[in-house]
């Protein structure tokens, strides 16, 4: 009898995924040996501080601190990068490529910043570079993308991509409470990090949109080049706002192509949804996808989007793959040059400028209590063609001040952008308006 091939696995990081993904395999790996006929091997992992109490018992030989030799290391057949960062995660990621590794990675910054060289790397030197837990945690979204939708072009993907943001929202909206007492209970339930900034301003979606847009368009949008928002300043009363007009309020990745004129649109920003569409009902920590492909139509994706299990979920999925590919075609490693790459290839493809990203929107202004305040508004609206679709108005502290809520009917992000750049200079606007999205989204 033959003796099984044995795949040796190294773990960059044993932080709440590393962890994870170490309980798990060590869990389920005599299925897998059986199911793939090789021998899994957890041959080293490296952490930061070698004395910090773990979760999992890993055997002191095993453990280093020296990352960059797990990566390079000879006796290393796939590497999970772990750590997060951009700095030695970059070069772990890089320097295991370089040797012809598998890198298995769920670090959506470092693939936002240093995508294009990654997969360079993994091209030139015969490696694999394997992502699925870097977007949508559990869910398993890149498979979906690239292999189970590889017949679609994607003229529409959106959805709700950080569970940070969903629960703040949902608890916002069910409990009428300011978004600083969530923040607060969010961080102390461990759904939010000391350092919420991230998250909450939108640039944690920004780099899984990005990496979404690159595997659906196959070309890099990176977040200073989208319209970024985030969800720090929406109050109890947006909500009830949002309810009164029939609608909730999700933060969403909204990525858009057109095949007629090849341009693409890729923003994060806090969006009105119709209470009754599916993804505005998905609450708490969940993250849901919706994916319009031109032949298969609207498929939609919901389950856990980060946490050590769900994660780990993804990494094994990917480290399954990984195996597979060293299993079966050892040539790989040969071939890879000839491989298609990650992405499907660019097709002529460019950002679509301001005034080609329609919609509608949300205005909140607080606005000095006194007559012809909303003629200004309405004229400083007029100049830029945008128009008044409807009005609520509501007394709000401080006393002689207004709130004044507007939706408008179709305009685009430079009217509407010129538009508040007007209005924030009027006198009788007494604070910095708010703009929400809506999202006109049949499914
Ligand atoms: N947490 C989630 O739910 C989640 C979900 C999806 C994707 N991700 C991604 O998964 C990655 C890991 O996240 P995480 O939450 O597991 O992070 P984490 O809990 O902070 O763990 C990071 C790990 O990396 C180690 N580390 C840090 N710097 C190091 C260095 N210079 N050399 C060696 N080891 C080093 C740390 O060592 P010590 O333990 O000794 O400090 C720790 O074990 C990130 O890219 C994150 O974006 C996380």
Excluded at 144 to 152: C, I, K
Excluded at 161 to 182: F, K, R, V
Excluded at 272 to 297: C, M, R, T, W, Y
Excluded at 347 to 352: D, I
């Amino acid at each position: 009898m033959n003796t099984p091939m044995v795949i040796r696995i190294g773990i960059c990081g044993l932080g709440t995924v590393g962890q994870g993904v170490w309980k798990h395999l060590s869990r389920i790996r005599p299925e897998l040996e059986a199911r793939l006929g090789v021998k899994l091997e957890l041959t080293r992992a490296s952490v930061r501080d070698r004395r910090k109490k773990r979760s999992v018992t890993i055997p002191a030989g095993k453990l280093t601190t020296d990352s960059l030799a797990v990566a390079t290391d000879p006796n290393i057949d796939i590497v999970c990068e772990l750590i997060g960062g951009t700095t030695v995660a970059r070069d772990v990621t890089l320097g295991a490529l370089a040797c012809g590794k598998v890198v298995v990675s769920a670090n959506k910054a470092l693939i936002c910043k240093h995508g294009a060289e990654i997969f360079e790397t993994a091209r030139r030197h015969g490696g694999h570079f394997l992502f699925e837990a870097s977007v949508a945690g559990g869910i398993p979204l890149i498979k979906a993308l690239r292999e189970g939708l590889v017949a679609n072009r994607f003229p529409l993907i959106y959805g709700i991509l950080n569970g940070t943001c969903n629960y703040i929202l949902t608890q916002m909206e069910e409990q009428d409470a300011p978004y600083s007492a969530i923040l607060g209970e969010a961080k102390q339930l461990g759904y939010a990090e000391a350092d919420e900034s991230l998250d909450v301003l939108g640039w944690d979606t920004a780099h899984k949109a990005s990496v979404l847009t690159f595997l659906a368009h196959g070309t890099w949008v990176k977040p200073e080049q989208m319209i970024v928002e985030g969800i720090d300043r929406i109050t109890p009363g947006d909500f009830k706002n949002a309810s009164a007009l029939g609608y909730g309020i999700k933060l969403l990745a909204v990525i858009t192509r057109d095949f007629t004129t090849g341009e693409l649109s890729v923003r994060v920003h806090p969006t009105l949804l119709p209470e009754s569409h599916v993804v505005a009902k998905v609450s708490g920590v969940f993250n849901a996808v919706s994916v319009q492909g031109d032949v298969a139509g609207t498929t939609l994706y919901i389950g856990r989007g980060a946490g050590q299990d769900a994660t780990a979920s993804a990494v094994i999925s990917d480290l399954v793959d990984a195996v597979s590919l060293l299993k079966n075609d050892r040539r790989a490693f040969i071939t890879a040059r000839k491989r298609p790459g990650p992405a499907r290839p660019a097709l002529a493809c460019r950002l679509a400028p301001p005034e080609h990203i329609r919609g509608r929107y949300y205005l909140r202004l607080t606005v000095s209590d006194e007559p012809g305040v909303l003629a200004k508004i309405a004229t400083a609206l007029a100049a830029q063609h945008v128009s008044i679709a409807s009005v609520i108005q509501s007394a709000q502290e401080p006393a002689g001040a207004a709130s004044l809520v507007l939706t408008t009917h179709q305009s685009d992000e430079r009217a509407i952008g010129t538009t508040l750049r007007r209005l924030s200079r009027l006198s009788c606007v007494l604070e910095k308006p708010l703009l929400l999205r809506i999202g006109d989204f049949s499914e």
